[in-house]
């Protein structure tokens, strides 16, 4: 069963209390609705200054916990465009508490084959959209007081806070180039690729991955690094044009919906409900 669209969504995920809190704030006229399968709860409301309704939704932690649920809520709420907005651990010096990481790409970290001679590395990387990205780099140019970093992000299914573990060695060879490391965006890049949505994981930085952790969350960065990365989705939101059209054109209607992409003199009813004759008339047309 399908929501009716009545006007573009942008799927928001969060996994954390925390995290979702900070996209809430931006989100106003919330109305809560209930997944008829799952169960899972998201809040319906609109993004002031644009034409986008917002679905947010607090997933819980884990990879494969959010890819299950992103699929899910893709294909109940049929959105423009998913992000998946956090907190993160640095993987680089240069990278501080309070910048923000814009995922040009989400590793998935754990595939391989262990064999006699050590771990043959299976990677698996899905690649951030490029007009979200563009969308988020135009918005951070406006944003004087926000750090923000275009590189790809690792996930993984650990809290990594040794940054002299094995598995941050093994981050260091094989993905060397990843900036954050977090444990969801994989899982909904996933989900996204297989659902044909555009997609994007957007991480404040809380900690940097290390034994200083702990200190740092107690610190309220993790709060911190919410806030701004919800800063920077809702700024990029005011600036993101999906392929194929902007946001005044909304998608598809859903169940017993008639709103369809238009195109020049062509409408798009698919996906629509009619009962009765349907009858279609220009503007000017007498």
Same mark, same amino acid.
């Given at each position: 069963m399908s929501v009716p669209d @009545?006007?573009? @969504?942008?799927?928001?995920? @969060?996994? %954390?209390?925390?995290?979702?809190?900070?996209?809430?704030?931006? #989100?106003?006229?919330? *109305?809560?609705r209930t997944h008829p399968g799952d169960g899972t709860i998201v809040e319906l409301g609109r993004l002031p200054g644009t034409p986008w309704? !917002?679905?947010?939704? *607090? /997933?819980?932690?884990?990879?494969?916990n959010s890819a299950a649920l992103t699929a899910s809520l893709i294909g109940w709420l049929r959105p423009r465009a998913?992000?998946?907005?956090?907190?993160?651990? =640095? /993987?680089?010096?240069?990278?501080?508490?309070?910048?923000?990481?814009? +995922?040009t790409k989400v590793y998935a970290i754990h595939g391989g084959k262990q064999t006699p001679e050590g771990l043959l590395v299976r990677p698996e990387a899905w690649s951030g959209s490029n007009a979200l990205v563009q969308?988020?780099?135009?918005?951070?140019?406006? $944003?004087?007081? #926000?750090?923000?970093?275009f590189k790809p992000i690792a996930t993984g299914d650990v809290v990594l806070?040794?940054?002299? =573990? +094995?598995?941050?060695? &093994?981050?260091?060879?094989?993905?060397?180039?990843?900036?954050? !490391?977090? $444990?969801?965006g994989s899982g909904a890049a &996933?989900?996204? &690729?297989?659902?044909?949505?555009?997609?994007?994981?957007?991480?404040?930085?809380?900690?940097?991955?290390?034994?200083?952790?702990?200190?740092?969350?107690?610190?309220?960065s993790?709060?911190?690094?919410?806030?701004?990365?919800?800063?920077?989705?809702?700024?990029? %939101?005011?600036?993101?044009?999906?392929?194929? +059209?902007?946001?005044?054109?909304?998608?598809?209607a859903g169940e017993g919906g008639g709103g369809g992409d238009r195109a020049g003199d062509h409408i798009d009813f698919r996906g629509g409900t009619f009962h009765g004759p349907v009858t279609g008339k220009r503007t000017g047309d007498d």
């Open positions: @009545t006007q573009p @969504t942008v799927l928001v995920l @969060t996994a %954390l209390a925390l995290e979702y809190a900070a996209v809430r704030a931006h #989100v106003e006229e919330r *109305e809560e309704r !917002i679905a947010a939704a *607090e /997933l819980g932690e884990g990879a494969r998913v992000l998946f907005v956090g907190v993160a651990g =640095s /993987l680089k010096d240069d990278i501080g508490l309070g910048d923000v990481v814009v +995922g969308a988020a780099r135009s918005a951070v140019r406006d $944003m004087p007081d #926000v750090r923000a970093h806070a040794d940054d002299a =573990s +094995g598995i941050t060695r &093994h981050i260091r060879r094989h993905y060397q180039d990843a900036a954050a !490391i977090e $444990m969801e &996933h989900a996204a &690729h297989l659902g044909g949505v555009e997609a994007l994981v957007v991480r404040g930085v809380s900690d940097h991955a290390d034994a200083g952790k702990s200190a740092d969350d107690g610190r309220g993790q709060q911190r690094a919410a806030e701004r990365a919800a800063v920077v989705a809702c700024a990029l %939101l005011r600036k993101y044009r999906p392929r194929g +059209g902007g946001p005044e054109h909304p998608a598809g």
